[in-house]
């Protein structure tokens, strides 16, 4: 062990990140592999988005903006909001970051101190628990279940509200099940917020993936929850541009003002020239969108009957694109699953035990493939599961 291993500081936690090397590990060395494990849209980033990058290189925006954005840009996320979640936000009250990662840990640097808790829907997107854990906080896992198509149950909330707590992370759609929560539990989370005065992180970097007939309901649109809610979204996923980092949040005048000096100390400004590409996809056309969309709704009409023909159940997905299945019927456990079928068949998905799941019955499949190989891949997967139900 080296003396820097051993100098850690205890903000430092070990997270588990060595069953997802080793599963890219073993598809590198692999020919024909089906990947449905990454949150990584197989579209590219539309062409008029990518053109307006272009254009502004061209037009030399090589240097620093202001550390919360470029005012256009931030109008125009603000002006996004209330059009599509009517949500009432003014430009100056956005910050842009380097992807909706870089929200979360900036959030978290603000509002936790040493031995908050912090309640986070599961499963969960870990990022959550390492954020919170490099400010000293505790991560509380709140559990969704499979019987609700896993959204989220308000009483699981209250239930686990303590003097200690800080905040609640409200993801919806959610990564890793897709779930939707509805708007009725909405409304109670908000009223549980504000009998409890606790805060709301409303990550809704899923939004616009939504499925008939669900629906979204931001949660900083309800009487009193504006001025306890940080909204946080982005365009990785909406428009294909994970790897732009392009993320920010949105959160009252004050509270922004407060978090502009440490936000320009995490990485000064986002990008400039991804800056001027996330406004081209605001104001641009919306075809490419809506034509991606509708392909991830094709894809998952497809794909849950098949998982049903296979012997799997699963949550039904409301949005994202997702499907958290129990492969336990295998006779598998999740993890063994995973790396036996990468290794039999090329196909590559991850355990929910990735996701903070304490349970070993699940898998997330991510439809990020053209609909011919999630056929090709789906085959393999209902063949690898009934050898094993054979051999169980």
């Given amino acids: 062990m080296s003396l820097l ?19 890219l590990g073993i598809a590198g060395g692999m020919k024909d592999v089906i990947a449905l494990g990454r949150g990584d849209p197989d579209f590219h980033t539309p062409h008029h988005i990518v053109a307006a990058a272009k254009a502004a290189l061209d037009a030399n925006a090589h240097h620093y903006t202001g550390p919360t954005g470029l005012p256009e840009l931030r109008q125009a996320i603000a002006d996004d909001l209330k059009a599509s979640c009517g949500l009432d936000y003014s430009a100056g009250e956005i910050v842009v970051t380097a992807g909706v990662q870089e929200s979360i840990m900036l959030t978290m640097l603000a509002l936790v101190a040493p031995g908050d808790e912090v309640l986070i829907t599961s499963p969960r997107f870990t990022t959550y628990d ?86 979204h309901l931001s949660i900083a649109t309800l009487p009193g929850m504006k001025e306890r809610t940080i909204t946080l979204n982005g365009f990785s996923k909406t428009y294909a541009m994970t790897g732009w980092r392009v993320g920010y949040l949105a959160a009252p005048l004050d509270f922004v003002e407060k978090v502009t000096e440490p936000r320009h100390t995490l990485s000064i400004n986002t990008c400039t020239v991804s800056q001027h590409a996330a406004l081209a996809a605001l104001t641009g056309p919306q075809d490419a969108l809506h034509a991606m969309l509708d392909e991830y709704a094709q894809r998952r009409a497809w794909l849950m009957p098949a998982l049903t023909d296979a012997g799997f159940t699963y949550g039904h997905p409301g949005g994202a694109f997702y499907v958290y299945t129990n492969v336990s019927s295998s006779g598998l456990a999740a993890p063994e699953f995973c790396e036996r079928l990468l290794k039999e068949t090329g196909v590559m998905v991850f355990p929910g035990t990735m996701f903070g799941d304490t349970s070993t019955d699940y898998i997330r499949i991510s439809y990020l493939q053209p609909l011919e190989r999630i056929k090709v891949a789906m085959a393999r997967i209902a063949a690898f599961a009934q050898s094993a139900r054979a051999t169980a």
């Fill in 5 to 23: 291993t051993q100098r850690l500081a205890p903000r430092i936690v070990e997270e588990d990140g060595s069953f997802r090397s080793r599963m």
């Fill in 130 to 215: 390492t954020a919170v854990h490099l400010c000293g906080g505790i991560p509380v896992p709140v559990p969704t279940f499979e019987a609700n198509d896993f959204a989220l149950d308000p009483a699981e909330i209250e239930a686990r509200i303590t003097p200690r707590t800080r905040m609640f992370v409200l993801v919806s759609p959610n990564n890793p099940t897709g779930a939707v929560t509805p708007p009725a539990a909405i409304r109670a989370i908000a009223e549980i917020a504000l009998r409890h005065d606790i805060v709301i992180i409303a990550d809704e970097i899923y939004a616009r993936m939504l499925y008939a007939p669900n629906e």
